[in-house]
């Protein structure tokens, strides 16, 4: 058995940014970059040494986190000029995941790649509630939402859109208002920034600490929603919050490989559950 990881999604995996997976910095130090995990080397960078937010150590569960600070000047948060085709979901699914803590209400974007038009992802913390809007020129669109997340808690966060029609879970629950009929089909194909702690276009920055954050193109399924759930959860200690229900409540999930055949291992079924 093997611990289950991103790595094991089936396709379609953008970028993958780990607290962990940093190197060379010491407690509190500046993060000019941030390394891609995926297989896509999409590194988040910030140049400007006053918007660059700190690694801190130790901070959940013995791994590090990144630390933003919104009231840093001009503001923290790390960009990658474009993600491009790696995320291009166009009308289709796609997913975003992260565990955070919030610790400031206000009107503060966590992750966001739309130009100016407002086409595109936005993810972003509105008052003291956590809004999923994906967002298409010119049109109101549906969006769901978390009540008050604003506690200096840690939670897992995965979002997903799945034929036109956004999903969220919070710490494994749906969101406050995800009845599973939000329709959001737009078009969000574009040449903006992704950014991780403001808007694309810079602004709204956000207070936040991150042990971990991901985005893909493709379909996040229901039994991946939870393996990824289940993932962040335990990874950080974050177990305690899920549901009593969730599949993986008391472990992690898991893969099996099967013993070297022909060329090399195989996975078990269809190479993602065990």
Not at 47 to 73: C, M
Request: net charge negative; with cysteine; hydrophobic share 35%.
């Amino acid at each position: 058995m093997a611990l289950w990881t991103p790595s094991d999604l089936p396709a379609g995996l953008a970028g993958w940014y780990k607290a962990d997976a940093i190197t060379g910095l010491s407690d509190g130090a500046a993060v000019a970059s941030w390394v891609d995990s995926s297989a896509n080397s999409n590194t988040l960078a910030q140049s400007t040494s006053a918007a660059q937010p700190s690694y801190e150590t130790g901070e959940l569960n013995s791994l590090p986190i990144v630390r933003f600070d919104k009231d840093a000047f001009p503001g923290d948060n790390l960009l990658l000029a474009d993600l491009g085709g790696d995320f291009e979901p166009g009308t289709g699914d796609f997913y975003i995941a992260l565990v955070a803590k919030f610790s400031t209400s206000g009107t503060q974007f966590i992750m966001s790649k739309a130009n100016s038009g407002t086409q595109g992802l936005n993810l972003f913390i509105s008052g003291s509630n956590l809004i999923f809007r994906p967002q298409t020129v010119g049109v109101t669109t549906n969006n769901i939402n978390q009540n008050s997340v604003i506690d200096s808690s840690f939670h897992t966060i995965v979002c997903r859109r799945v034929s036109g029609t956004l999903g969220s879970q919070f710490d494994g629950s749906a969101f406050t208002t995800d009845d599973g009929s939000k329709v959001n089909n737009g078009d969000l194909n574009n040449d903006a920034n992704f950014n991780l702690g403001s808007t694309s276009t810079g602004g709204l920055d956000t207070d936040m600490d991150v042990a971990e954050a991901f985005i893909g193109v493709g379909t996040l399924t229901d039994d991946l929603l939870q393996r990824i759930t289940g993932y962040l959860a335990h990874k950080y200690a974050l177990s305690g919050n899920l549901p009593s229900d969730h599949p993986y409540k008391n472990f992690a999930p898991t893969i099996r490989v099967r013993p070297l055949v022909g060329d090399g291992p195989q996975l078990f079924g269809n190479g993602l559950i065990s």
